[in-house]
């Protein structure tokens, strides 16, 4: 008997594009945030941050804010297989949906990380770094893709 089923995952309806940068991507990031129901809170820090981005790099935020998370967003991670009694980390690719999921888990838990500063001016700066393929969430990516690659020779366990 299979530990795990095999039937397809339902997938759930994506939110509708954001009101004011009309990207899907910026709404479910918004959705992230939500804190304790408080949705418009989470949207005045994205509004902040966004302006603190334009403010210091002159630049179109939504840009940043899509490079950020492209440069986060994981191509490979391990997951465990057990096997004959031993469990291996075995390297899998990462979905779409998946990686978009991870980066902006990533970026979110490394600017609450943070202290000292107001939470919008923080994931700014994390956005900001992402962008330039630097700070945490980018060395988080790095450090999943060389997990990934220290454990290649488990790759034949992968089904």
């Known amino acids: 008997m299979p530990r795990k089923t095999l ?16 990207s899907v991507l910026v709404a479910r990031f918004v959705n992230r945030i ?12 994205i509004e902040q941050a966004f302006n603190q981005i334009k403010e210091k790099t002159k630049e179109d935020p939504l840009m940043v804010f899509n490079r950020a998370m492209e440069n986060v ?3 490979v991670e391990v997951k465990p297989r057990r096997v004959g009694g031993a469990t291996y980390q ?3 690719q ?4 998946r990686g ?16 000292g500063k107001p ?5 700014a700066e994390e956005f900001l770094a992402a962008s330039r393929k630097e700070g945490s969430a980018i060395k988080k ?13 488990f790759a034949h366990y992968r089904w």
């Open 73 to 75: 967003k994981p191509l």
């Open 34 to 45: 939500n804190y304790e129901g408080k949705k418009s809170m989470a949207e005045r820090i």
């Open 119 to 123: 939470f919008s001016e923080r994931l």
């Open 100 to 115: 978009t999921a991870l980066a902006m888990r990533w970026i979110i838990h490394f600017a609450r990380e943070k202290s």
């Open 90 to 92: 075995v390297p899998v």
């Open 94 to 97: 990462v979905r779409p949906e």
């Open 141 to 153: 990516r790095e450090d999943t893709h060389r997990m990934a690659d220290a454990n290649k020779a």
């Open 7 to 22: 039937k397809p995952r339902e997938r759930r309806a994506m939110p509708a594009p954001h009101f004011k940068y009309g």
